[in-house]
């Protein structure tokens, strides 16, 4: 089949690393168009879409259509490719929730250093971004990794959903690595009580697909510009 395009910002992971890791696990065909073809590639394709076009990267574009919104993304790989998500409906349903969870921490995650203004630089919201940086690791981490270590440990085997790994099982990677990144003082503290969590991280990680990926160098490294910064003023146990 031939590839599908993938656009997003080419220096950084951001929400198109959910998608890309997804493929990537399943051993999908994709061009990551932006990091061949640049910015100014991206934004050129973005204005051509009269209709139904997407708002923000990531988006999958295809012959006739584009999918946008990572949660959207993978459902739809999910749904043309049995190795990205369950084939269960009620599974699949189930790992959509959980998706849309992970686009709500990730959300979280970003407005800790744009708190007051998505527009406004971090230098120009730092003590904000302080104050919101404390609500975040003293009770958000606590309750998206307490929600998601329990899915774990409910379902029957290694993984999150079903018997085998889907979607979710990458997108909580990434998270993990993330908040790694961004909270390393905090992920220290807290991880040993999330042990399902951690270890379904440790699966992911060991997976053939992942593990090429994260050796490559397609996978971007964690920076400032993207969407889990590492400011260690806003890090704490």
Same mark, same amino acid.
């Given at each position: 089949?031939?590839?599908?395009?993938?656009?997003?910002?080419?220096?950084i992971q951001g929400r198109g690393e959910f998608v890309r890791l997804a493929m990537e696990a399943a051993h999908i065909?994709?061009?990551?168009?932006?990091?061949?073809?640049?910015?100014?590639?991206? /934004?050129? *394709?973005? $204005?051509?879409?009269?209709?139904?076009?997407?708002?923000?990267?990531?988006?999958?574009?295809?012959?006739?259509?584009?999918?946008? !919104?990572?949660?959207? /993304?993978?459902? #739809? =790989?999910?749904?043309?490719?049995?190795?990205?998500?369950?084939?269960?409906?009620?599974?699949?349903?189930?790992? !959509?929730q959980l998706q849309l969870t992970v686009t709500d921490v990730v959300a979280e995650v970003h407005n800790v250093h744009?708190?007051?203004?998505? *527009?406004?630089?971090?230098?120009? !919201? $730092?003590? @904000?971004?302080?104050?919101?940086?404390?609500?975040?690791?003293?009770?958000?981490?606590?309750?998206? =990794?307490?929600?998601?270590? $329990?899915? %774990?440990?409910?379902?029957?085997? *290694?993984?999150? %959903?079903?018997?085998?790994?889907?979607?979710?099982?990458?997108?909580?990677? !990434? &998270?993990? @690595?993330?908040?790694?990144?961004? #909270?390393? $003082?905090?992920?220290?503290?807290?991880?040993? *009580?999330?042990?399902? &969590?951690?270890?379904?991280?440790?699966?992911?990680?060991?997976?053939?697909?992942?593990?090429?990926? &994260?050796?490559?160098?397609?996978?971007?490294?964690?920076?400032?510009?993207?969407?889990?910064?590492?400011?260690?003023?806003?890090?704490?146990?």
């Open positions: 089949m031939e590839p599908y395009r993938l656009w997003y910002w080419p220096s065909p994709y061009v990551d168009c932006a990091r061949d073809e640049g910015v100014d590639a991206l /934004i050129d *394709d973005m $204005k051509g879409h009269d209709r139904r076009g997407p708002f923000a990267p990531p988006y999958l574009s295809m012959p006739g259509f584009t999918v946008a !919104q990572v949660a959207d /993304i993978l459902f #739809f =790989l999910a749904s043309r490719h049995d190795a990205v998500g369950p084939t269960i409906e009620a599974d699949r349903f189930w790992a !959509q744009h708190p007051v203004a998505l *527009d406004d630089y971090y230098d120009d !919201q $730092k003590d @904000e971004a302080a104050r919101a940086a404390k609500g975040f690791r003293d009770k958000r981490i606590p309750k998206f =990794l307490g929600y998601f270590d $329990k899915a %774990v440990r409910h379902n029957e085997g *290694d993984w999150t %959903v079903g018997p085998r790994w889907s979607h979710v099982d990458t997108s909580l990677f !990434q &998270l993990i @690595e993330g908040l790694r990144y961004m #909270f390393p $003082k905090r992920m220290k503290a807290v991880e040993g *009580d999330y042990p399902a &969590l951690v270890a379904l991280h440790d699966r992911v990680a060991d997976l053939p697909g992942i593990a090429a990926y &994260l050796e490559s160098e397609r996978r971007i490294a964690f920076n400032t510009d993207g969407i889990f910064r590492y400011y260690s003023e806003l890090d704490a146990a």
